[in-house]
């Protein structure tokens, strides 16, 4: 039994070096080698648990589906849910850089690009309840709310665009002021 257990905990351990990889250096930087040197172990080692450049790929996106589910909440609430997806603490900053530098592997891949496009599917469904009880209560014009659920997800990705680029023009309060702009436009004017 206690082999299992070690087994468990040099999987954690390569699990953390493959994020702090990906922090350091996005999807780009991530090799058997760069992990491997992370942890000052050699590839054959990891390649225990990787066989491939692409099971290690996986790997990542999984982490990165991990710790963002740990991050956002399970919310009643629709502006809370989208202010969770921004970049407005260290943590969620670096989340961020991951799920972007990811895009790229995605799209030239076609397995990446179809359990990206499921996450995003995933997100959208977590949303649209948020958007039809807006609606419900007059905070959200009426209309498909598919339609404003995408709309709401284009709009907070391109500040997370914006932020992770330009982080001194769009820190944590303009992007939450930002946010509460966008939101209170969408509102349909009373009376």
Known sequence: MPAKTDHEARRRDVSAAVWR?????????????????EMGASTGLLTHYFPSKHALVKHALELA????????????????????????????????????????????DPELHALEKARYKRWRSRLKPLVVESQQHG???????DDLVAGLAAFTHGLVVQALFDPRTFPRKRLLALLDSHLEALTPRRG
Do not use: H, K, M, Q
């Open 139 to 145: 905070d959200l014009p009426p209309g498909d709310p």
């Open 65 to 108: 589906e991990t710790r963002t589910r740990d991050l956002v909440p399970a919310t009643t609430d629709l502006r809370t849910a989208l202010a969770a997806v921004l970049p407005l603490t260290p943590e969620a900053t670096e989340i961020n850089r991951v799920w972007v530098s990811s895009w790229d592997a995605a799209l030239a």
């Open 21 to 37: 990889v990906l922090a350091a250096d996005g999807f780009g930087g991530l090799t058997l080698r760069a992990v491997a040197t």
